[in-house]
């Protein structure tokens, strides 16, 4: 709305002082910094939230598999372990980074919209509509990539499996 009073100013529609113009401008840096500054200070404290957790789940797991018994450590191969530690922790410290983002898009969503309709009219709704249209794309491409990761995974684990018995011959060997 700063952006097309100042614009309407510039171009001669709507009658502007260069006081006003200038107010607009530093309006507009205002919002501009404002709003800079409210997500790098979300993104830094879900960020901060986002490393405690997995910490403390890489944390818990470690002190699990430290107190397996020697039937349970043959029964899961070390790579799960590590895929626990690893891939699973930094999944959930993307989650809690990224978790506000169930509330906001929605929001942003709604409020893009209404301000489209007040500035640009009914054909906003075109364009929102194509944007909706989509959603069923990502989510079919969502699924195909959470496949290939848990394909991944497994490949990872039997990977991490080999090595530790290959590293485990060696050091029976040098015994």
């Known amino acids: 709305f700063v952006i097309g009073a100042l614009i309407d100013g510039i171009t001669g529609k709507d009658d502007m002082t260069l006081g006003d113009g200038m107010l607009l401008a530093c309006v507009l840096g205002a919002i501009s ?3 800079s500054w ?3 200070t979300t993104l830094f404290n879900s960020r901060q939230l986002g490393l405690q957790v997995r910490t403390a789940t890489m ?3 470690f002190e699990k598999a430290l107190r397996l018994t020697n039937a349970a450590r043959m029964e899961s191969a070390m790579g799960n372990v590590t895929n626990l530690m690893a891939i699973d922790a930094e999944k959930l410290f ?3 980074q990224f978790l506000h983002f169930l509330w906001h898009g929605p ?3 709604a409020l893009s919209l209404v301000a489209l309709l007040f500035e ?3 054909s906003a ?3 929102f509509g194509l944007l909706a249209m989509l959603i069923p794309t990502q989510r079919y491409l969502s699924k195909r990539i959470g496949r290939a ?3 991944m995974s497994k490949v990872t684990d039997g990977r991490v499996h080999l090595m530790s018995e290959i590293l485990q011959g060696i050091r029976c060997l040098k015994l």
Request: hydrophobic content about 60%; charged content about 10%.
């Open 120 to 122: 640009v009219g009914p």
């Open 107 to 109: 929001c942003a969503f």
């Open 125 to 127: 709704i075109a364009g």
């Open 38 to 40: 409210c997500i790098a």
């Open 33 to 35: 910094f404002t709003s």
């Open 59 to 61: 944390m818990a797991v």
């Open 94 to 96: 993307l989650a809690t």
């Open 149 to 151: 990761r848990r394909l």
